[in-house]
């Protein structure tokens, strides 16, 4: 956020200051100073629409009076006709709070986008016919909008669109609210924060030759603003790239020279393909054929507990029961502002809560998986 109105304030020094300068325009400084622009920024920057790759983003009259329901939208905007050929590309989006793109905003479907030729819509639709008849009643407007309803609505009930697949950590930084149990939440681990941890064990050259190496591998985590960093699912589930920098950082030496001197001597893997060594042994693996289950070592999952303990001393010395406590306690109508940060924060909480009952069931299974095997050799003895 200090960085979003560090750009703002730069953007309004540059096109708005000289204005309130220049006699020629006499502008009033009450309704042109920074506070003002900023309010009028947030409204256009929250309220805006993707339409389409011809007409970019743009205001559309009646489309932002619907507020957002995630993954239950009864609504959908879609465009009559399309000025573009070219369908948006939405890989990797990064609902997260370094991701302020112009991917988190609610989109328009153009006509080819909803789902499914049988679609049935229910509600007066005057273009339900011929493209012809479409003409006939809206003429040639090229930026005709048309909002349709994508299923059944009871009478007097409120009806949602949706501003796409966001975490509450996105729509708070996007829109000013959150919701509770989002689906869609994530929380953020920084690549930073991973080296901080690996320079508590080991040297800074161990882990920069270690990171190096997994680079070389072709792995990489998310990057947005210069910040690169893993996400955890709202499951607790880690992202497999995290999962492999750790397999790759608690190496034993030997297997570490071993995948080292193989990556050195193999080129580009015929196309940069990723490649690990697993369990010390000289078995490999694509990218593509990697599970969670194969890299979760107890080493692994020991990283895993302690990357968890790190990143939950940012939400300060209040416990998770606290959070919990004080947002019972909040009044969303009074306290608005504290009532949204307490929900984004018990959300990644719990997710963090997650990721260590994940590693610690791995860490369990690893236990009992190594006393069956002793208690095999014993039998064969």
């Not at 009076?65 to 890989?91: M, P, Q, R, Y």
């Not at 501003?163 to 609210?177: E, M, Q, V, W």
Request: some cysteine; hydrophobic content about 35%; aromatic content about 10%.
């Amino acid at each position: 956020m200090k960085e979003d109105k560090a750009l703002i304030y730069e953007d309004w020094k540059e096109n708005i200051l000289p204005l309130l300068d220049s006699q020629h325009f006499n502008l009033n400084p009450i309704f042109f100073g920074i506070e003002q622009y900023f309010a009028a920024k947030s409204l256009i920057y929250s309220r805006s629409f993707e339409i389409d790759d011809y007409h970019g983003f743009g205001m559309v009259p009646l489309a932002d009076l619907f507020n957002h329901k995630t993954a239950a939208e009864d609504v959908h905007f879609t465009s009559v006709f399309s000025n573009s050929d070219s369908e948006s590309d939405d890989d990797c989006k990064k609902n997260d709070m370094h991701a302020n793109t112009g991917d988190n905003e609610p989109s328009i479907k153009t006509s080819s986008d909803v789902e499914g030729s049988n679609t049935t819509f229910v509600g007066k639709n005057p273009c339900h016919g011929s493209d012809l008849d479409c003409s006939s009643v809206l003429g040639d407007h090229t930026t005709m909008l048309e909002m349709v309803m994508v299923k059944d609505v009871e009478v007097g009930a409120e009806i949602f669109n949706t501003y796409g697949s966001l975490g509450n950590a996105a729509l708070l930084h996007r829109y000013g609210f959150t919701e509770p149990n989002n689906p869609f939440d994530i929380v953020n681990i920084d690549l930073e924060l991973v080296l901080q941890w690996s320079s508590s064990l080991f040297s800074s050259r161990y882990s920069r030759a270690r990171l190096s190496l997994w680079r070389r591998l072709d792995f990489s985590g998310c990057v947005s603003e210069n910040t690169e960093y893993f996400e955890i699912s709202f499951d607790g589930e880690p992202q497999i790239e995290l999962l492999i920098l750790l397999y790759t950082m608690l190496l034993p030496e030997d297997a570490y020279y071993d995948l080292d001197l193989r990556v050195s001597t193999a080129g580009n893997f015929n196309g940069a393909i990723g490649m690990i060594l697993l369990k010390g042994k000289s078995m490999w693996k694509e990218a593509s054929e990697l599970s969670g289950d194969m890299l979760l070592t107890k080493d692994v999952c020991n990283a895993l507990c302690s990357l968890a303990d790190m990143r939950e001393c940012f939400y300060t010395s209040n416990s998770i029961e606290d959070d919990i406590k004080a947002l019972e306690n909040c009044c969303i109508i009074r306290e608005r502002k504290l009532y949204h940060s307490l929900m984004l924060r018990v959300s990644e909480r719990r997710i963090l809560k997650r990721l260590r009952t994940y590693a610690a069931v791995d860490a369990r299974s690893f236990k009992v998986a190594k006393q069956s095997s002793s208690m095999k050799k014993v039998r064969k003895t």
